[in-house]
């Protein structure tokens, strides 16, 4: 193979691989994409994926359509030791509510996104956090 051809091809791969955007623009896709999903379950198992650089994996079981992973990686450690094997999850679609039951517990806690770079300088400027909490500016 021809040297030009080749380094072109590995330029190529190295700006395929690079993520231009800024952490605000990474944080905000993050709420994003957990602002519009929807789960609802019992949590049957939780776990750090150490095969995937430690994800925190919490896999709900719906009663129709069976297990769903969730990754909850970006959500600090705590929420994720708070959520106990056998819990009810809810969590709506356009919400970053979570609605946690188990005997005894009721609970809606938003959710917090403490695993992601930046959470203390854009959580609270994001606007899906700010709807959701009815923050004004």
């Not at 190295?14 to 944080?27: V, W, Y």
């Not at 905000?28 to 939780?46: C, L, N």
């Not at 095969?51 to 009663?63: F, G, L």
Request: hydrophobic share 40%; charged share 30%.
């Amino acid at each position: 193979m021809d040297l030009k051809v080749f380094f072109s091809i590995v330029f190529i791969f190295t700006l395929l691989a690079c993520d231009n955007r800024s952490p605000k623009e990474k944080f905000d896709k993050f709420v994003f994409d957990e602002y519009h999903s929807k789960y609802d379950g019992i949590v049957v198992q939780k776990y750090f994926d150490k095969k995937d650089h430690n994800r925190h994996i919490i896999q709900i079981e719906h009663k129709t359509f069976g297990i769903n992973k969730k990754d909850f990686t970006f959500q600090s450690l705590q929420l994720f030791d708070f959520i106990k094997v056998g819990d009810t999850l809810l969590k709506d679609n356009k919400s970053i509510k979570l609605r946690i039951k188990r005997i005894n517990l009721d609970t809606v806690i938003p959710l917090d996104f403490g695993n992601v770079k930046g959470v203390d300088l854009y959580y609270w400027e994001n606007q899906y956090v700010k709807q959701e909490l009815n923050i004004d500016d």
